[in-house]
């Protein structure tokens, strides 16, 4: 079990994405937080995501 720092809950480690640099291994967001503040910062940053899409994926490599 492990507390999320954004919405304080306790949950199983399986509501974690695994983070290989955390001492436990695991986010210290649970996913349902995570995917919320991914969304959040897509709509904040749309243009720049909507420009990435479109952008060829061996050119963003170079």
Known sequence: ???CSK???V???DEFH???K??????????P???EERA??????L????ARELQPYHDRRA
């Open 22 to 31: 955390k001492a436990e291994g695991r986010d210290h967001r649970c996913k």
């Open 1 to 3: 079990m492990k507390t």
């Open 33 to 35: 937080c995570t995917k």
């Open 7 to 9: 919405c304080h809950e």
């Open 47 to 50: 243009a720049l995501f909507r």
């Open 40 to 45: 959040a910062l897509r709509q904040q940053n």
């Open 18 to 20: 695994a983070h290989p």
């Open 11 to 13: 949950k199983p480690l």
